[in-house]
């Protein structure tokens, strides 16, 4: 959910159910992957149970039927139920002009997905004792307006009352008359300082893309430490995301997809693989890949290590679990994280590239998506479709229905 203005905006019944949609995975008895839908390889032998073959099927009507209604080139969704099923599988084009096929092994930006590591770093800081969540922003940030007043917790849970820089008419018409430039965190900050507040902290819920500058900037001056650094050595490494980076400009490794967009200067579609997402910071300019995002589902709500070591205390993990109700129907919002229907996550778009990456506590479940496309479909992203299409079958007492925020994704 990262986005500059129009869109640009850069979740005990449960597990029965899941459980019933699984069977040994075995030669003769799975359905043969329909066509244009690449399968991920096993990463742990034959033993790994497959979700039964009639609900591949389903979830494969599912994802075709969104990909249809919604133009989306290529998608690849993970479904993760230990000693219960998985389902990996790629549908479509990672490419247009070439016909390139969409994997599951692909790089892919993941916009607002970025809040979620940005706010740990804090978090860690916290539990170091370095920070307090009451602390007011203005303690280490200059120029804030009411940066007596706004606490950490509040930029972090999006009740700052701060105006979202991303809606600014200015901001909108410098990224899209040059996508590649590169942007200041001060200058994101600049953009929105120069609006009056919208309400008096704590007040309200407004997604705010604003709040997450102003913690990176909070790590950076407790830390000593660059952004990008402090996450890769304390947040990064220790998840062994080794496939997940904070990158400095534009740069993206191979292999990736091409990602397409209509959030340009003239409003038509164009490939924004190259766009420069240092606009996002630490709201939204980090990449990953779809086994990564299936590791940190699970690290982020639970605060667990892979190796079951905490990276957050349990007391600092439950006050970030905390999710009041926001203007969003069905959804709370924690400390960086969303609880949507029972699936506590984040989802992520920032142009040419959406990701949803959430984990339901109660299946121990996790789901992922990632496609290259932003392209909202009759309001709505297409992260979000995915989402509550494939929940529908998989958890239909949690379903993932999100609506679409339109103004900071």
Not at 3 to 22: D, E, H, I, N
Not at 40 to 62: M, Y
Not at 71 to 95: N, Q
Not at 312 to 339: H, N, V, W
């Amino acid at each position: 959910m990262t986005r500059p203005r129009r869109r640009l905006r850069s979740g005990a019944v449960v597990a029965a159910a899941v459980g019933a949609l699984v069977a040994p995975a075995a030669a003769g008895t799975a359905a043969p992957p329909p066509p244009a839908a690449a399968q991920a390889p096993s990463p742990s032998g034959d033993d790994v149970r497959e979700l039964t073959p009639a609900v591949q099927r389903q979830i494969d009507r599912a994802v075709r039927r969104v990909m249809e209604d919604a133009a989306v080139p290529g998608v690849s969704v993970g479904i993760w139920t230990p000693d219960k099923g998985r389902y990996v599988k790629s549908f479509g084009v990672a490419d247009k002009s070439t016909g390139e096929d969409m994997r599951p092994d692909l790089y892919t930006r993941i916009g607002s997905e970025t809040k979620t590591f940005t706010v740990t770093a804090v978090l860690e800081l916290v539990d170091e004792g370095e920070i307090g969540l009451d602390d007011t922003i203005g303690t280490y940030v200059d120029g804030v307006p009411g940066g007596d007043e706004i606490t950490l917790r509040q930029l972090a849970g999006m009740r700052s009352g701060l105006f979202n820089y991303s809606e600014d008419d200015a901001f909108t018409k410098a990224l899209t008359s040059d996508p590649q430039r590169p942007f200041t965190p001060r200058q994101l900050l600049d953009y929105s300082f120069q609006h009056p507040v919208l309400f008096a902290p704590g007040k309200e819920f407004s997604y705010c893309n604003t709040n997450l500058i102003l913690l990176g900037l909070v790590v950076e001056k407790v830390s000593g430490r660059a952004l990008a650094d402090y996450v890769q050595e304390h947040v990064l490494t220790p998840a062994g995301l080794d496939d997940t980076l904070f990158p400095q400009g534009d740069e993206f490794p191979e292999p990736h997809a091409q990602g397409y967009t209509d959030q340009t200067a003239t409003g038509e579609v164009e490939n924004a693989t190259d766009w420069n997402p240092s606009w996002g910071w630490a709201a939204g300019a980090m990449i990953s890949t779809l086994e990564d995002l299936r590791v940190w589902a699970r690290t982020v709500a639970t605060g667990r290590l892979p190796d079951g070591q905490r990276m957050i205390s349990p007391a600092t993990q439950k006050e970030r679990l905390i999710t009041p109700p926001t203007t969003i129907p069905g959804a709370g919002y924690g400390l960086g994280i969303f609880d949507v229907q029972g699936w506590i996550g984040h989802n992520g778009s920032l142009p040419g590239y959406e990701s949803l990456t959430v984990y339901l506590p109660s299946a121990d479940t996790t789901l992922v998506v990632v496609l290259n496309t932003d392209i909202n479909h009759a309001g709505e992203e297409p992260s979000t479709l995915f989402g509550d299409a494939i929940t529908t079958i998989i958890s239909p007492d949690h379903v993932f229905d999100l609506p679409a925020q339109p103004a900071a994704r």
